[in-house]
């Protein structure tokens, strides 16, 4: 199926750069789904440490690989911006790929608006309790900025999500390092009596979704049917490093784990190296924040862009920015929905993201279903090109 012609496809207007090497992606990925182990500490107190190990180990097999496998196949056939919308519209016509849009546009205010609240959080264990119109003005503050890289340029928000990866990554490196003598090999003597599957399976699954938002952003990929295979792959490996490792390390060195709860990480920081380790992981955490936002803001920006250009969204949202190329309209009302979302709280944002989320994600693998086994054939946009 051919995508409509629209006025942006003129000449004279600006088109979206292909900035995004390996490299970036990774990186970006790396945001999409994880920023570090943070947020893992309520599947300990829920499970225990060796069912949260072994979900640790599985789940990319299950769950990781194959979203980021077809994420990969996918934009590399469909290499445009916009990613899921493009391809539920191919496999299944203009009105399911309306509907996968406006799916995963709604659900990412809400998950947005996550990253914002979290850095807040974090700040609070640095600073102490604030009130709620200064925790608004914070989070909206560091939206603002974060919208402010993203209208730059797509080139600057790969360079920017490289850098909050290496600073996330450096303090729990250290962490793994310094406690590596007290891993314990195998098992941990008793699990808790009842286990809060709910909680654990909520957890675990929130933090290895967003694997399909890599995809959004294919048509500023440079070289997709080289970059996307490799770059998902390396994506994989690194999320689940940066998920294992630590919490290896952690649950061997702080044992009492009915208290692992959000936030625990700090602590288990300045139990193995002092308290400056413990304010590293915590610094660590807000830029991590940030780094969350800014790859999501990014790639969901594209949704309402790409719903735009085939005609299912105003116009406006269409618009790229004449210098940088970015769809900067669609990038500030996304901010503005994530400053009204802020005064919610984790708990609630998290509910009505996950439940939003496995609706569209449900449509994106019918979609690589459809196209594979059913229709092999098909044929794809025109800026498309066949995968291999």
């Known amino acids: 199926m051919t995508a409509p012609n629209s006025a942006s496809n003129d000449l004279s207007f600006p088109r979206p750069r292909r900035a995004l090497n390996c490299t970036s ?19 300990v107190g829920a499970a225990g440490p060796l069912i949260t190990i072994a979900a640790i180990l599985i789940l990319p097999w299950l769950w990781s690989f194959p979203t980021a496998l077809m994420t990969a196949e996918l934009s590399v056939a469909m290499p445009e911006d916009g990613g899921y919308v493009i391809w539920v519209e191919t496999a299944f016509g203009r009105f399911w790929g309306f509907l996968e849009g406006w799916l995963s546009w709604l659900c990412s205010f809400a998950d947005n608006a996550l990253y914002p609240v979290m850095f807040v959080d974090y700040l609070a264990y640095l600073r102490g309790d604030m009130g709620l119109a200064e925790r608004w003005l914070i989070g909206a503050a560091m939206t603002a900025s974060m919208t402010w890289l993203n209208i730059r340029g797509i080139r600057l928000v790969g360079a920017a999500s490289v850098t909050f990866t290496l600073f996330v990554l450096a303090p729990f490196a250290v962490l793994v390092v310094m406690g590596s003598s007290q891993i314990r090999a195998i098992p941990w003597p008793a699990e808790p009596a009842t286990v809060d599957w709910a909680l654990l399976l909520s957890v675990v699954l929130w933090n290895t979704s967003g694997w399909d938002n890599a995809g959004c952003c294919a048509g500023e990929v440079d070289k997709p ?72 803001l990014c790639t969901s920006s594209r949704v309402p862009y790409a719903m735009a250009e085939r005609g299912t969204m105003p116009r406006i949202f269409a618009t790229l920015h004449r210098r940088h190329a970015t769809p900067w309209f669609a990038v500030l009302v996304n901010s503005i929905g994530v400053a009204c979302l802020i005064p919610f709280s984790f708990k609630d944002l998290i509910q009505v993201d996950m439940f939003i989320y496995a609706l569209a994600l449900i449509l994106e693998f019918a979609s690589l279903v459809w196209l594979r086994v059913l229709r092999p054939d098909a044929e794809l946009p025109e800026a498309g090109i066949q995968s291999a």
């Not at 080289?226 to 490093?241: D, E, F, H, I, Q």
């Not at 294992?244 to 700090?266: A, H, I, Q, R």
């Open 225 to 296: 049917n080289r970059t996307y295979p490799r770059g998902m792959t390396l994506s994989v490996l690194l999320v689940t490093l940066a998920y294992l490792l630590p919490m290896w390390v952690g649950v061997s060195v702080s044992t009492d784990w009915s208290s692992w709860k959000e936030g625990y990480f700090p602590k288990v920081a300045a139990q193995i190296g002092g308290n400056w380790l413990g304010a590293w992981l915590t610094i660590a955490g807000l830029v991590s924040a940030m780094g969350l936002l800014n790859a999501l």
């Open 25 to 43: 992606l990774v990186a970006l990925t790396f945001f999409c789904v994880a920023g570090g182990a943070f947020g893992l500490e309520d599947a």
